[in-house]
């Protein structure tokens, strides 16, 4: 074989060896995660699972940097995500507007200089500022807690329903207390009570307990909590039958779902909704995180 043709065959040989090799992306995969504070239980929740999906995925994921802000209001929130986009130079982001109008444009911006854009739970004002949006099943939220209620009561009976307020649980928790304390004066029957969050519920109990009711079958809160999830597996208080999850681990799922699409190069799809399933007894220990704040 000639100098010239061996030359060929080498040349041949290591073009057969690149095409044989994994095609490495064009630059790592920096997701900023923005998020609101701990400022209560479920925010609580929220962080530790954030902190989870960075422990993970960077572990399983060599070419992936997860960089975590949290804020305590929009303003600083707005500013984080400037820092994330300017400083940190992120190229995806996942982010739980602390306020859908206020984070709007800060958002937006983000996505203007290439970053990917993942919405969580609070939507934006202007859906054009995102790429994908994850959120929990809110339309689930209410009607499996209705089918349970009107089950449990065979259609038939006076049910006290709660809204929340857009301000914190804690909040929340205690007017639904006063509001309890309310509807427990005015009405002297009353079979079931939603209070529509766990943290409310609490306040509920605390109600029903001053006031010294015993007409109460039901009290259905909502989201989880593993203080609710906790009672539910024990069985010890027949009024806390069940639940409905709307857990703070889906900030975890919009993380490993954006992160591991970008390392792709793939898109999410528009919208992702985590389904909410009723609690029970019997499967209580699948939903039940020791570990977490929630």
Known sequence: MTTFTRRIALTAVAAAALASMPVLAAEKVHVGVSIPA??????????????????????EHKDLKITIKTAA??????????DLSTVSKINALVVFPFESAALTKPVAQVKAKGAYVTVVDRGLTDTSAQ??????DNTAFGKIPAEYIAKQLGGKGNVVALRGIATTL???RMDAFKVTQDYLTRFKQI???WAADDDMAVGVLKAIEQAKRDDIKIVFGGAGA???VKSIMDGKDK???ADVSYSPKFIYDAIKLTAEARLKGEK???TTIIPSVLITKENAKDFYYPNSPF
């Open 239 to 241: 009024r806390l039958g």
């Open 38 to 59: 701990a400022t209560h239980s479920f925010m609580g929740g929220i962080n530790y699972w954030a902190n989870q999906a960075k422990k993970d995925l960077e572990k």
């Open 170 to 172: 804690d909040n929340e």
């Open 268 to 270: 999410l799809p528009a």
């Open 226 to 228: 593993k203080g609710m």
């Open 191 to 193: 079979d079931a009570i």
């Open 73 to 82: 209001n929009a303003p600083e929130q707005a500013n984080q995500l400037q």
């Open 131 to 136: 790429d994908a949006y994850v959120a929990g």
